[in-house]
Nanobody, 127 residues
């Protein structure tokens, strides 16, 4: 059974930064793409960023491009989301997710491509 545990959320003022971490266990972490998604109150879950199993290919939602950076450390079974220049509209519960299929060439943006999810961590950005 795959387990994903996020940490690093919190409250920050607009313009600030946070780094989220997601520690994985239960299968060979380095074989699978990882993604970050977020869900704000009253809104649908949305894609934020994803990274290929090898760590050398990343994709981002337009809303976070140039502000957020996804990375991974396969030796530590951990994926990160560095968030900079945060805006109030970034306020949401952020969840990491593990891809269903190993060795996918391009990280996918669709939530149904991921079959394991963390419990989420709250990020609140005040103006």
């Amino acid at each position: 059974q795959v387990q994903l545990v996020e940490s690093g959320g919190g409250s920050v003022q607009a313009g600030g930064s946070l780094r989220l971490s997601c520690a994985a266990s239960g299968r060979t972490f380095s074989n699978y793409a990882m993604g970050w998604f977020r869900q704000a109150p009253g809104k649908e879950r949305e894609f934020v960023a994803a990274i290929r199993w090898s760590g050398d290919y990343t994709v981002y939602a337009d809303s976070v491009k140039a502000r957020f950076t996804i990375s991974r450390d396969n030796a530590k079974n951990t994926v990160y989301l560095q968030m900079a220049n945060l805006k109030p509209e970034d306020t949401a519960v952020y969840s990491c997710a593990a891809e269903k299929s190993p060795f996918m060439n391009v990280p996918r943006r669709r939530a149904d491509a991921y079959n394991y999810w963390g419990q989420g961590t709250q990020v609140t950005v005040s103006s």
